[in-house]
Nanobody, 128 residues
């Protein structure tokens, strides 16, 4: 089992920045390759935001955040980060991190059903 805990959410003004963290614990050595971030706004379905592979050299982003958000990871700390820059009101959502035991690849990282474990989420609110 792997436990994931997100943190770093909060209220930020449009144009501002925020850094989210996702800390993994449990059987992390054998259970984590892909680390991803998704978000769900009120009344909307969960959507893919970003993903990163084990070595951190492959990253993928949703078009809506590409160039503004940056995903990274620290394997020594079993932690993934999502840096939100130039925040927009439409970025308001609950942000979830997920992990998969294998590298999902470009074709599958956007599919939430492919991830094995999920955190409880952290709320991000972007005000005008």
């Amino acid at each position: 089992q792997v436990q994931l805990v997100e943190s770093g959410g909060g209220l930020v003004q449009a144009g501002g920045s925020l850094r989210l963290s996702c800390a993994a614990s449990g059987r992390t050595f054998f259970s984590i390759n892909t680390m991803g971030w998704f978000r769900q706004a009120p009344g909307k379905e969960r959507e893919f935001v970003a993903a990163i592979n084990w070595r951190g050299v492959r990253t993928y982003y949703a078009d809506s955040v590409n160039g503004r958000f940056t995903i990274s990871r620290d394997n020594a700390e079993n932690t993934s980060y999502l840096q939100l820059n130039s925040a927009r009101p439409e970025d308001t959502a609950v942000y979830y991190c997920g992990v998969a035991s294998r590298w999902l690849g470009e074709g599958l990282v956007r599919e939430g059903g492919r991830y094995d474990y999920w955190g409880q989420g952290t709320q991000v609110i972007v005000s005008l």
